[in-house]
């Protein structure tokens, strides 16, 4: 029994052993081969570990361009009348010229700049739009004068950060402030009134994000993750229930319009000469025989100038326009949208709703009256 135990001790311990040396010589002259599986073990363990990703921000790309925004302070009769935002763009030789929006700066008589270091300085209205709701400024330029760098909107995608520098509500206490957000969409129509009432005047084609933006932040850069402008805050959506929808200017639109602006160009707009309703006013307040028409939205047209391009081109009372060029329009300010899409001198195709049936009218423009 003893003999047994012991064979079988000195048989398990001579095993380990030749294994042990079968794995010794295997490493000493196959060292590669043993090595790759080492390796291969490793990686694999190494793959399977969750990896945690940090968001360190964007404070470089906000260090780009901060210091060239400007809170804009429009004075009429020595008081404040309103505050913005704005942005050196330019600049050309000893001027530097800023970019802000058209109603920033309406009403008022002198404009003042407050840079990020407190210094303010008053600035020159070159020039303005407000149905692009575009301004120039110019100033004289120095050394300490910052230019932000301009962008693409058109290489912006839905879903891209960006974000808005400005200063929101109170243009002291807030000056400055950068709120962050993504492209929620783009090429949106919003509707704008030009009167501060509640009818639409106009409709721009925008940029949506969900960076905040707020009154005091119209005129200001919104900027991509590299720190170029890629829109200037415009518009908030304001509705009850309703959050996270600001609107920019595209940059290109805007610098198409700044350009022409440094350049003293007269913008001109086109117009037909007509006298006007959306449809729906004029079936609810003024022509309620309009109700069996057979066309519910569109422009209706109450009048005809005498020697108009519409009088021209045989436009008639009571016609009501439903198409520019193919596209439709279904108020006022989409027909003031489509037509401003065209120069002066242009030939436009209405297509209207007359006696029951649709009938193509072609009729060349003239410049808008500049009131």
Same mark, same amino acid.
């Given at each position: ?21 079968? *794995? ?20 694999? &363990? ?5 990896? &945690?990703?940090?968001?360190? /921000? ?31 763009? #330019? ?6 010229? @800023? *970019? ?22 008053? &600035?020159?209205?070159? /020039? ?42 109170? $243009? ?38 969900? $960076? ?12 991509? %993750?590299?720190?170029?402008? @890629?829109?200037? &805050?415009?518009?908030? *959506? ?9 609107? %920019?200017?595209?940059? #290109?639109? $805007? ?11 007269? @913008? ?24 069996? +028409? ?27 326009? @439903? ?41 060349? +423009? ?6």
């Amino acid at each position: 029994m003893k003999n047994n135990t012991l064979k079988t001790g000195i048989i398990c311990f001579l095993s380990a052993l030749l294994g042990a040396g079968c *794995l010794f010589g295997g490493m000493y002259f196959f060292p590669t081969s043993f090595g790759k599986v080492i390796t291969e073990t490793v990686e694999k &363990t190494v793959e399977t570990r969750n990896v &945690t990703i940090q968001d360190t /921000g964007i404070a470089e790309a906000v260090d780009k361009i901060y210091d060239a925004v400007v809170v804009v302070k429009n004075y009429k009769k020595q008081e404040l009348y309103s505050t913005g935002t704005g942005f050196v763009y #330019e600049i050309d030789g000893n001027t530097a010229y @800023i *970019l802000t929006n058209h109603h920033v700066i309406e009403g008022g008589s002198d404009i003042y700049v407050q840079f990020t270091d407190g210094t303010s300085v008053q &600035t020159k209205l070159v /020039g303005s739009d407000k149905y692009a709701d575009i301004a120039v400024l110019s100033m004289e330029a120095n050394d300490s004068v910052k230019v932000a760098s301009i962008g693409s909107s058109e290489d912006i995608r839905v879903g891209d950060t960006v974000f808005a520098v400005g200063a929101p509500l109170d $243009a002291t206490t807030y000056s400055g402030t950068v709120t962050r957000g993504i492209i929620s969409g783009k090429n949106r129509m919003v509707s704008v009134s030009l009167s501060n009432q509640n009818v639409s005047d106009w409709v721009m084609s925008v940029l949506q994000t969900d $960076a905040a933006i707020n009154s005091g932040n119209s005129g200001g850069p919104l900027a991509n %993750a590299n720190g170029e402008v @890629i829109g200037i &805050t415009s518009l908030k *959506l304001v509705n009850s229930g309703v959050e996270g929808m600001g609107f %920019a200017i595209p940059v #290109e639109t $805007a610098m198409e319009y700044a350009h022409k602006i440094m350049k003293g160009e007269k @913008i001109e707009r086109p117009y037909l000469g007509v006298k006007m309703l959306n449809m729906s006013d004029a079936r609810q307040y003024y022509y309620p025989r309009l109700e069996n +028409l057979g066309v519910s939205t569109g422009v209706f047209i109450s009048e005809v100038e005498k020697g108009s391009p519409s009088e021209k081109g045989g436009l008639k009372a009571a016609d009501v326009i @439903i198409k520019v060029d193919g596209e439709e329009v279904s108020s006022i300010a989409y027909l003031k949208y489509r037509l401003y899409q065209h120069e002066v001198g242009d030939e436009v195709t209405l297509t209207v709703y007359r006696d029951g049936s649709e009938v193509d009218v072609t009729l060349k +423009l003239t410049e808008a009256s500049t009131d």
